[in-house]
Structures are given as C-alpha cells and as structure tokens.
Nanobody, 124 residues
Framework: QVQLVESGGGLVQVGGSLRLSCAAS????????MGWFRQAPERGREFVAS????????RYSDFAEGRFTISRDNAKNTVFLQMNSLKPEDTAVYYC?????????????????WGQGTQVTVSS
C-alpha cells in the first residue's frame, strides 16, 4: 500500500498563494505518476495537475494552466502544488493521488491511491 498525506491548505485572500505538499510513504516503489484533484461541495471531483516521476512531464487543467505549478522531489517522495493568483472558485478540498502507471493521466479512475485531502479556502 501507498500512504499519501497532504499539507499546506488553509485560508487565503483572493490573489494570494498557497503551496500544497503531498508526502508518499509505504510501498512507493513503482509509483510513476502523482496528481492533484479537487472537489467543492457543488462540483464533482476535478483534475488539477499531474506529474510523471520519471522525466517530470506535467499536465494541467485549463483553470490551473499558468497559475498553478506541480513539481516533485523524488528523493523525498513528495509532490508539490504551487498555487498563485487564487480565486474564490479555487475553494475546494484538494486531494493528492498516485498510480503505478506512467504518463500524466487526468482521469481520477486511473489512480489507485488517495490522500485524505486538505482544505483550501479563498476569501473575497
């Protein structure tokens, strides 16, 4: 099993920034892709960004492109999501996910492991 623990969420004003972290532990060998998803009460779970741990290839949703940056530290089994220019519609619970397949999938059904989530609230 792989355990994922997110941190870094909180309350921020419009236009502010947050940096989320996701630390992976357990049987992490063979985990090749990690991603971030989010879910707000009135919306279903939606893809934010993903990164391949080999090569560092990235994929972003349209709303994240240009504002969010996903990165990884393979030595620490940690993935980050730097979020800038935050908007009220970015308010959601952000989840880290991992899978044992390559690529940068945006489909949540292809991820096997999930964290508990961290709340991000953007106030106007």
């Amino acid at each position: 099993q792989v355990q994922l623990v997110e941190s870094g969420g909180g309350l921020v004003q419009v236009g502010g920034s947050l940096r989320l972290s996701c630390a992976a532990s357990g049987r992490t060998f063979g985990v090749y892709t990690m991603g971030w998803f989010r879910q707000a009460p009135e919306r279903g779970r939606e893809f934010v960004a993903s990164i391949s741990l080999i090569g560092g290839y990235t994929r972003y949703s349209d709303f994240a492109e240009g504002r969010f940056t996903i990165s990884r530290d393979n030595a620490k089994n940690t993935v980050f999501l730097q979020m800038n220019s935050l908007k009220p519609e970015d308010t959601a619970v952000y989840y880290c996910a991992a899978r044992r397949s390559g690529g940068t999938s945006s489909s949540d059904s292809t991820y096997s492991y999930w964290g508990q989530g961290t709340q991000v609230t953007v106030s106007s």
